[in-house]
């Protein structure tokens, strides 16, 4: 087995989400430079996870 699951998948295109689908992984859908037209959309209807880029999964440090 290649991949231990759960497993998340990061992508920005329609195919993205076919292999993800595919293996059974789940997927993150990243829009920031993404070119797919009506992936918002589409994510938003199949109530997928998206952010605009990888800085958003980034946790601020901590304030003294």
Wanted: charged letters at 10%.
């Amino acid at each position: 087995q290649f991949l231990n699951k759960p497993a998340v998948f990061f992508g920005d295109a329609l195919s993205d989400y076919q292999a993800a689908n595919a293996f059974n992984m789940d997927f993150i859908y990243i829009s920031g430079c993404s070119e797919w037209q009506g992936g918002k959309v589409f994510c938003e209807s199949n109530n997928l996870i998206q952010y605009k880029n990888f800085t958003a999964l980034i946790p601020s440090p901590p304030h003294c």
